[in-house]
């Protein structure tokens, strides 16, 4: 509850700046199986920042439109989100970025 309560107001901070800040956060959940993989936390950022910032998605369509859906859901899934995540993140087009994780003591080890 108390990372909600900073992520709260991180953003209201974002927003009054004016600037294009982005900020992207992702709160794993052990009992969710959906929500406590590190694939699931990728996607979660890769969306965020797609959501953000319209022109990260060709980094997403670059792998995307070839592979289509199993690059989100095959077991190899993982690498190649953490390539598309990484390619985001190093645009130079992007401006400050802010990402947070909570709770990865609640995600699976592998």
Known sequence: ?????????????????????????????????RLNTATAILRGMIYLLVSEQHFLISHL????????RKLLDDSSAFYGLSDIFQQMVQDPRLTATYLVIDA???CEWD
């Open 104 to 106: 990865l003591d609640e």
């Open 61 to 68: 369509r670059k792998k995307y439109d070839p592979a289509g």
């Open 1 to 33: 509850m108390l990372l909600i309560g900073i992520i709260d107001e991180l953003q209201r901070q974002v927003a009054r700046s004016g600037e294009t800040e982005v900020f992207s956060y992702f709160l794993c959940q052990g009992t969710d199986s």
